[in-house]
């Protein structure tokens, strides 16, 4: 029975994008949701079950599999915007497709399930930056946050400014941001890691997508908590959360709480296993 219980997350995980895949091929009737969806959902299955192997790359395999086939397949070779200028594109045109779906089950909705389980292990962008040295933050949180909504405000006025104007080759143009964004979100986030010596903090203080992402992980269905009996307040959670979540603290108005990324970093140090 216990041998069987390890297999329970993934399975239960796998099924919920299996569900995702067929209803979106059947509504769709298009295949590619059905490969698209079971893959992300096998991708992200694996990693959950090498995690409770104890695997340490497991989290780095599931950021590789969907964040390169988000940025190589579905970016570069399909030639998706699936940056945020992309949502707003297809929300404007009022098509349901690729990039609007996408953000609606991985940033919008599904953050109830699963909080910033995106930004953990399926992110481009960090998938890049947890490479970097400086995996656990050395100084406390600047407090730049508000930068985010800046560059969430300007993705909506860039591409609003695109349909108010009636620019030609849209599609051509929207490529091409996809590109210059994915340049330019790169260069940012690795020259903040260096200087603020702390890997994340593009994700803490740029990153437009976390606007969509805050409010709903708030109310996650899978979240870390603390078992209090074993808590001996040895504060190393504290110190090796990338992101400065408070996990020890199970209310809804912890500390950051609704910046963890369910990297698992504080579960696997946890002296106790009160985590």
Known sequence: MKRGKQYFLPIIMFLIFEAAAVTLWLT?????????????????????????????????????????????????????????????????????????????????????????????????????????????????????????????????????????????NIERIMFRAFIIGNIAYYAVGIILAFAFKDNRAFCKYICPVTVFLKPMSRFALFRIKCDKEKCVSCGKCSRICPMDVDVTDNSLKRKNGTECILCMECVKNCPKNAL
């Open 28 to 168: 769709k009737n298009n295949l590619f949701y059905l490969f698209n969806f079971s893959y992300i959902g096998f991708s992200v299955s694996l990693g959950i079950f090498l995690m409770m192997k104890k695997y340490r790359h497991a989290r780095r395999i599931v950021q590789l599999l969907v964040g390169s086939y988000m940025l190589v397949y579905l970016g570069l070779i399909q030639k998706e915007n699936m940056q945020i200028e992309g949502f707003w594109y297809y929300l404007f045109t009022g098509v349901f497709e690729a990039a609007t779906i996408h953000y609606a089950v991985a940033k919008i909705f599904g953050p109830l399930l699963f909080g910033r389980g995106w930004c953990g292990y399926a992110c481009w962008t960090a998938m890049v930056l947890d490479f970097l040295p400086y995996k656990t933050p050395s100084h406390p949180r600047r407090k730049i946050g508000w930068i985010r909504y800046i560059t969430f405000a300007a993705s909506l006025i860039f591409v609003s400014a695109l349909f108010l104007f009636k620019v030609g």
